[in-house]
């Protein structure tokens, strides 16, 4: 009998905003993922994984797309995935995949065009469940519970006293810890949806917003880095990015620590997360035949480089990103490696281990191979990341206030250097061997980043190319009237707006 060899079931998990030096593969001080640590022997760490973008909506259309965000052109608020291109949940769908979504962030979802492809969608988004039981106590509970970008409704209110606005925060914030209902419902939804799919082959694509700002994880992991005293002291904190930039709110390294240490909780919470599902294709037997990809869509700044929030920059708190993979039994893959690669790369190597022959997915893709089979579409060894818009639509306000930040950047790195091009002349090279922080900016006087400021220069005309030939759109901002009401205020519940 003529032997078969079964598709492998693929597995993709975003978790929204994690940087990876904040992971012990990574060299980070604390295990925040203990379960991913207890099976390193079935996984491959790429050590310099980079995204192509800074924020979700472009990174995550990159990771379906294959392509750079001037190639995919999802840059602002409004922007929907053009039909012509192919993305992975539909190529999948005809390679006879069944498909589901399970994701909180709206970017990823009808709004963006990105949920196309998928034969199941489940989408709830957090902002909903927590506002209707916030509210059952008051208004500042809900405003409380809003990440930055949103205008404070308690600076709305009246009658604000101190005690109260203190209370009210505490008790909406054990609502948040308590319910637990957010990616913890897509787990089991995944567990009843793998039921159906014992025919064919699956894809399932998650998307884990607890990682975002504002941190938070259930009762159960929040204080595995913090202490019951720094959970009340984190309540006073500011959480607001914009107060912090424009100075209406002063930071100190002490608040920096302990919001890194909430961070660290949710990222302790995902890797929980990450084990059920593990557990969940181990007890359905798919396991060995599992291609499982564990990323994110970028970072975040915790204080790094006087910032905030995922905005400005292309530092690596934005972009050097986890990505950790559990390659199909047969493929025999472990280990780690440095080299360079990224997130555009994920597609290439889903079509080359499917041994995808069909042309069109090829001819958009703008990433490598991480296998090795397919011919390189972009230099070895070589990263791209590109910022076309610095501000969204709760930023357009503050241009001038924030005018060092109104440029366009593209950032070219390889594994111990990287040079960054800005529209304003202000380029950044930086010796991450001897400086991983980016501290010291060596521009203009070293003639090792020669190269790169050539290669910068040539990716950033490109880039340019495409901004210039659709400046009115991008630069024309957001239209709320042309929005869904709903769509609006998830927006704002993750800060955007």
């Excluded at 990174?59 to 053009?82: C, P, Q």
């Excluded at 880095?225 to 009340?232: A, I, V």
């Excluded at 990224?342 to 499917?354: A, C, G, H, R």
Aim: proline share 4%; glycine share 6%; charged share 25%.
């Amino acid at each position: 009998m003529k032997n078969i060899k079964l598709k492998p079931n693929i597995v993709i998990i975003s978790l929204d905003a994690v940087r990876a030096q904040n992971l012990p593969f990574y060299g980070y001080h604390r295990n925040t993922t203990p379960f991913l640590t207890s099976v390193e022997q079935d996984l491959f760490i790429y050590e310099n994984a980079i995204s192509s973008s800074y924020w979700t909506m472009p990174s995550i259309a990159s990771l379906f797309t294959g392509m750079y965000t001037s190639g995919h052109r999802l840059v602002v608020d409004g922007d929907k995935i053009d039909s012509s291109l192919c993305l992975l949940p539909e190529l999948l769908q005809k390679q006879g995949y069944r498909s589901a979504g399970f994701v909180r962030n709206v970017y990823v979802s009808e709004y963006s065009g990105l949920h196309r492809g998928f034969n199941n969608f489940y989408s709830e988004f957090l902002l909903d469940k927590l506002k209707a039981a916030a509210s059952l106590f008051s208004k500042n509970g809900v405003s409380h519970l809003q990440p930055p970008g949103i205008t404070s409704l308690s600076n709305q209110t009246s009658n604000n006293s101190a005690i109260k606005k203190y209370f009210s925060q505490i008790t909406a914030r054990s609502v948040d810890i308590l319910m637990d209902s957010g990616s913890h419902t897509f787990v089991r939804n995944f567990s009843s949806w793998m039921d159906d799919c014992k025919t064919e082959p699956f894809f399932a694509f998650f998307h884990f917003l607890e990682t975002h700002s504002p941190y938070r994880a259930p009762l159960k992991f929040a204080f595995k880095f913090l202490s019951l005293r720094d959970q009340l002291k984190k309540f006073s904190i500011n959480h607001n990015h914009l107060d912090y930039l424009l100075g209406r709110s002063s930071m100190t390294a002490e608040d920096f620590q302990l919001l890194q240490s909430a961070y660290d909780n949710a990222i302790h919470y995902a890797d929980y997360l990450i084990k059920k599902i593990f557990r969940l294709l181990q007890k359905h037997g798919v396991y060995d035949n599992t291609l499982i990809i564990i990323l994110s869509d970028h970072g975040d700044n915790i204080g790094d480089h006087g910032l905030m929030f995922h905005y400005f920059c292309l530092y690596d708190t934005l972009i050097r990103i986890p990505l950790i993979i559990k390659y199909p039994r047969h493929i025999g893959l472990t280990g780690r490696k440095a080299e360079v690669v990224q997130n555009v790369d994920i597609f290439p190597t889903i079509l080359s281990l499917l041994d995808v022959q069909d042309k069109k997915p090829w001819e958009q893709i703008q990433g490598n191979d991480l296998l090795g089979k397919a011919p390189l579409k972009r230099e070895k060894n070589l990263a791209i990341s590109e910022l076309v818009k610095a501000f969204g639509p709760e930023r357009d306000h503050f241009k001038e206030q924030l005018s060092r930040y109104n440029r366009r950047l593209l950032s070219v790195r390889t594994t111990d250097r990287k040079f960054i091009f800005s529209s304003e002349g202000d380029h950044e090279c930086f010796d991450l061997a001897s400086d991983p922080a980016e501290i010291n900016n060596l521009y203009p006087d070293n003639a090792r980043f020669l190269d790169l400021m050539e290669k910068a220069s040539m990716y950033y005309d490109k880039m340019n190319d495409f901004y210039m030939s659709n400046r009115k759109r991008i630069d024309g901002g957001i239209n709320p009237e042309l929005l869904d009401k709903s769509v609006i205020e998830q927006l704002k519940s993750l800060g955007y707006m």
